[in-house]
């Protein structure tokens, strides 16, 4: 490992402090994340996204990787996959509680978006509101297609 760390660029080594010091705040959001889905997912009606679809902690097992890179891969396989985990509750979320389209185009929408109703449609939104709120029978059928217990 003493040779990684030699041929490791000084800002670097200057920067990982800074890096890893994430690990606690993000560790926090995942308890509080994680303790709204399993409370009130089930409340809304809303399938449950499985954990262990988005984090995998495989890599960090590599045989040859040294003990350092194996620790990055480690960290970096548990949040990015922590953020997508994120992001996967955070989707239905927003469909239950604001499935509005933004008036002007933004990018990078989520498959839950096609489900929204238009922006400035009050007819629409008055008359299908609740039903746009529970429409997650694809998600449903999805969930329940992969294996294992939620």
């Known amino acids: ?16 402090p800074f890096i ?6 993000l560790s926090v ?3 509080f994340v994680s303790t709204y889905h399993a ?22 097992r590599l045989r040859y990787l040294n003990a350092l890179e194996g620790l990055n891969y480690v960290y970096c396989s548990y949040v990015n ?8 509750i955070a989707k239905p979320t927003e469909q239950h509680w604001c499935p509005i389209r933004h008036a002007r ?11 929204f109703l238009p922006c400035g449609d009050s007819p629409a939104y008055r008359k299908r509101i609740e ?12 969930r329940k297609r992969s294996s294992g217990p939620v």
């Open 105 to 115: 185009k933004v990018q990078n929408t989520h498959h839950r978006y096609s489900h």
């Open 1 to 16: 490992m003493l040779p990684y760390l030699l041929q490791s660029r000084s800002f670097a080594i200057l920067t990982a």
């Open 29 to 31: 959001l995942d308890l």
């Open 39 to 60: 409370v009130c997912f089930p409340d809304y009606g809303i399938p449950k996204a499985r954990r262990r679809d988005f984090i995998g902690m495989d890599r960090g």
């Open 131 to 142: 039903q746009v709120r529970c429409d997650f029978k694809d998600l449903q059928d999805a």
């Open 81 to 88: 996959g922590l953020l997508a985990y994120i992001a996967e």
């Open 20 to 25: 890893y010091v994430l690990i606690i705040p």
